[in-house]
C-alpha cells in the first residue's frame, strides 16, 4: 500500500530541526514526506515559544489550515513542540480542527497518537516524563553529509526571560554509547559534519550513571574515523570550561566557531536575567578562548529592551560587541513570556525604544560582520557545499569551518562535497569565491 502523506512545518531553533527530523522518523512507517501541505494527509507544526511573534505565526498558521480542512474533512492537524507542551488541552479548545497535540517529550508516541486521533479522538501528551534521553537511534537518509545529534534535552538554568525549563523540562542527558552509535552509522554512509545538539551542552553528563563531561563526549566524537567537521549548540558561558576551551585548540575536526550567547552588556541586566557571570567574565572566557584558537569566529544571542535596562545599560551591550568582535549576532526585542519571572519584573521598556534600540544593535552588528568577512578576502579556506545559492542558480552556497556563508559558481554535483575555495569579495552577510580545486579526499569509512 502506498505511504500516506505528511507535511512538516518547523519553528525555531535546531533543536526544533533535529525535532522535526524525529517526528518523520517516528511516522517513516506509513507517512513519506511531502513539501505541499495541500496534499498532506496530515500536517503537524512543530512550534517554538521563546518569543511571542513565532507564537502568533503558529496561530495564523492553524487558522489558515481551517479552510484546508473544511476541504478535505479526513487531514488530520496536530501541533507539538514548545507552544504545544505550553499550551496543552487550550489548543484544542481554541482550534476545533485540530486533532491532536504532543510536548516536546511526545514524539515517540506519535504513532499511538495520530492512530488514535484518525479514530475520532483529540489525544493531548504534553507529560515532561524523565527517561526520554534514551532517545531512538536516529537513522539518516543516504546522502545526507550534515547531521544534527541531540545529546540531551531541558535546561535547569531558569533565565528569567526564558521559557525553556517549563517546556522542555530538567536536564536530561543522553548515555554517550548511543550518541557514538549513532554518529559512527552516520559517518559510515559518508557523512561528514556533525552538530551536537541541547540547550546548553556545557553541562552535558551530569546526572548519567557514570558521569562524563562535555569535553570528554568531544574527544569521544572527534576521534571518529571519517568526521570532518564538529559543531556544537547551545553553550552558557558560565558553564564553559578550561577544557572545553582547550578542546579548540586539541581536536581536529572541532570547527573554529563558538556560539555563546551574552544577550546583555551590561552587569545590572545581566544579574536581572540571572545569567549567573558579568559582562568582564564573560570577556576573559573570549579572550582565552582568542588565545587557544586566534581564528575562531564567535556568534552569540542579544535581547534588547529587558526590563529596567536604560540607554547607559544597552551603550555597555554596544561596547561589548565591540570588545567581543561578533561575527554573527541573533538579536531580538524582549518580549515577556508566560511562567517567567521577568514578566513580571518593574520597567517594562515601551516598544518604540526596543524598536529604536534593535535598529542600532543590527547596524553595528552589520558592520561588525562585514568587517570580518573582509578580513577573509584573499585566503584560501575549505567550504561545504550545502545547496545551490538563494541568488542564483548558477550559483552554490556553503559554509567556512567559522560557519561564514560563502556563494561560487559550480554545477549542482558538488552539493555534500568539501571544496577549496578562494575568497574574493566580502558583503554584509556572506563572502563570494571561487572553486579552487577538491579539498584532500576525506578517508572514507569502510
Ligand atoms: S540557559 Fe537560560 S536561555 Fe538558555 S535555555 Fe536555559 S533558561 Fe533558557
Known amino acids: 500500500m502506498p505511504k500516506k502523506k505528511l507535511y512538516i512545518r518547523t519553528f525555531g531553533c535546531q533543536m526544533n530541526v533535529a525535532d522535526s527530523e524525529a517526528i518523520a522518523q517516528a511516522l517513516a512507517a506509513d507517512y513519506a514526506l511531502t513539501a505541499r501541505a495541500e496534499e498532506a494527509d496530515l500536517v503537524l ?16 498558521l492553524l487558522g489558515s489550515l481551517r479552510v484546508l480542512k473544511k476541504r478535505r474533512p479526513q487531514l488530520l492537524i496536530g501541533v507539538g513542540g514548545c507552544v504545544a507542551q505550553q499550551e496543552g488541552e487550550r489548543l484544542l479548545v481554541a482550534a476545533p480542527h485540530l486533532n491532536l497535540v504532543f510536548g516536546t517529550r511526545g514524539i515517540w508516541r506519535l504513532p499511538d497518537l495520530v492512530h488514535r486521533a484518525a479514530q475520532g479522538e483529540r489525544p493531548v501528551a504534553v507529560e515532561l516524563t524523565p527517561g526520554v534521553c534514551a532517545l531512538p537511534h536516529r537513522l539518516r537518509p543516504a546522502g545526507q553529509v550534515q547531521a544534527l545529534v541531540t545529546i540531551m534535552q531541558g535546561c535547569n538554568n531558569f533565565c528569567s526571560f526564558c521559557v525553556v525549563p517549563y517546556v522542555r523540562g530538567r536536564e536530561e542527558s543522553r548515555e554517550p554509547g548511543a550518541i557514538i552509535a549513532e554518529i559512527a552509522d552516520f559517518l559510515a554512509a559518508n557523512g561528514k559534519e556533525v552538530t551536537l545538539l541541547g540547550q546548553n551542552v556545557n553541562s552535558y553528563g551530569r546526572g548519567l550513571p557514570e558521569p562524563v563531561t562535555f569535553p570528554e563526549l568531544l574527544a569521544k566524537v ?12 547551545t553553550s552558557h558561558p558560565r558553564d564553559l570550561s578550561p577544557e572545553l576551551i582547550a578542546a579548540f585548540a586539541e581536536l581536529e575536526p572541532l570547527c573554529e ?20 557571570y558579568t ?115 548558477a550559483e552554490l552556497c556553503g559554509r567556512l569551518r567559522t560557519n ?39 578517508p572514507q569509512v569502510a
Not at 568539501?418 to 563572502?431: D, F, I, Q, R
Open 279 to 393: 559582562r568582564e567574565e564573560y570577556l576573559k572566557k573570549v579572550a582565552a578562548l582568542r588565545k587557544a584558537k586566534p581564528d575562531i569566529a564567535l556568534t552569540t544571542d542579544l535581547i534588547v529592551g529587558f526590563p529596567g535596562e536604560t540607554e547607559a545599560d544597552f551603550q555597555e551591550t554596544l561596547k561589548l560587541m565591540r570588545e567581543a568582535d561578533f561575527v554573527q549576532a541573533f538579536s531580538f526585542k524582549y518580549s515577556p513570556r508566560p511562567q517567567t519571572r521577568a514578566a513580571g519584573f518593574p520597567g517594562q521598556v515601551p516598544e518604540a525604544v526596543k524598536t529604536a534600540r534593535l535598529a542600532r544593535l543590527q547596524a553595528l552588528q552589520e558592520e561588525l560582520t562585514l568587517k570580518a568577512n573582509t578580513r577573509l578576502i584573499g585566503r584560501v579556506a575549505e567550504v561545504l557545499v550545502e545547496g545551490p545559492s538563494r541568488r542564483s542558480p
Open 45 to 60: 507544526i512543530n512550534t517554538c515559544a521563546i518569543r511571542r511573534k513565532s507564537e502568533e505565526k503558529v496561530r495564523s
Open 404 to 442: 561564514q556563508v560563502v556563494n561560487f559558481p559550480g554545477p549542482p554535483e558538488l552539493v555534500g562535497r568539501l571544496l577549496t575555495v578562494k575568497l574574493t569579495e566580502a558583503h554584509p552577510h556572506s563572502l563570494k569565491g571561487r572553486w579552487v580545486a577538491p579539498s584532500t579526499p576525506w
Open 222 to 233: 572527534a576521534a571518529l574515523p571519517g568526521l570532518a567537521r564538529l559543531r556544537f549548540a
Open 257 to 276: 566557531h563558538l556560539h555563546l550567547p551574552v544577550q546583555s552588556g551590561s552587569d545590572k541586566i545581566l544579574a536581572a536575567m540571572n545569567r549567573g
